[in-house]
């Protein structure tokens, strides 16, 4: 490894906490002290202009293996989760890439994406490792932009965070019944008591998230074919505006139990105050399907 290839370096350290050896060594090959520990608000990084690296940080990571965020002492635990690499790197490169390929290069040999409200032209190259993903970026004249290496992480629908207020989380767990009972659901992702203690309803709509699904509604939770509605929908990322979770339940309950002011009724858990908003689910899966509904940042491959 020279001077200026970090990237065995950076691949070690990607994944592991701030203090461990292998992000301490990135520190150094970068020539920076040691990363800082991040917080809700801020998430530090290191990157040297030279080498063309930038490596960032993160307390909150959708990955299984890094949930939930949480303290240590004082401190918060900190990851080093992703990575921006310029052109101006000299290091190693992923396979088959090169900072020369345009984008008919690139689409014969990665995956092609548009995301984003900006609509940006994106390709998924091969892991460098296990846990790790790598996506190149277009830039405006149509040569990449930078790669981004990161820890591989999940999108998510309906989280329930450590110390979250029940009532906080009440809709969230009408959206999970919901696709639970909906085929949305991955198949084995509940087993058959979990399924029957749902359908005899003998489980209340935000125990069934808070329970069996351990809190979370993610990616890997639901059929890869209903991907794109759960982000859109649940994370207002739809077209038209107003077609999102968080609209339907102002106009079905009045506002969202977490916007409530102290002393303000809230929605309750129960199946009857599901039963007012699953019919809006199944319009919207409807509507999505007939391409009434589109996401604004889940383009075509």
Known sequence: MTAEDVTPVLLDALGKRIEEPAAVRLAEALGKKPFKSATPNNHPGLGSAKL?????????VKNRAFWPPRKQG???????TH?????RYRGTLPADFDWQMDD??????FERRVEGAINAIRFTLPPPRDGLKA????AGDGRPRHLYLAVVSERAYA??????????????GFFSAWCALHGVL??????????????ARSISPRALLAGPLGGLLWQSDVKPEFNAFCHAYMNELTQPREATALGDLKQIFGESNYWRTPGEPVTEDSWANYERIAPRYAE????????????VVDGPR
Request: no cysteine; glycine share 8%; net charge negative.
């Open 52 to 60: 063309g690296l930038e490596v960032g940080t993160h307390i909150d």
């Open 159 to 172: 989280t329930i965070y450590p110390g979250d207020k029940p009532e906080h989380t009440v809709e969230a």
């Open 74 to 80: 004082r401190l918060w635990v900190t990851w080093v």
């Open 186 to 199: 991955r198949e084995g992702r509940l087993d058959a008591a979990q399924q029957d203690a749902l359908r």
């Open 83 to 87: 990575a921006f690499i310029s052109q």
């Open 284 to 295: 919207r899966l409807a509507q999505w399907q007939r391409g009434e509904i589109t996401s």
């Open 135 to 138: 996506i190149a970026e277009l």
């Open 104 to 109: 008919a290069a690139l689409s014969a040999r």
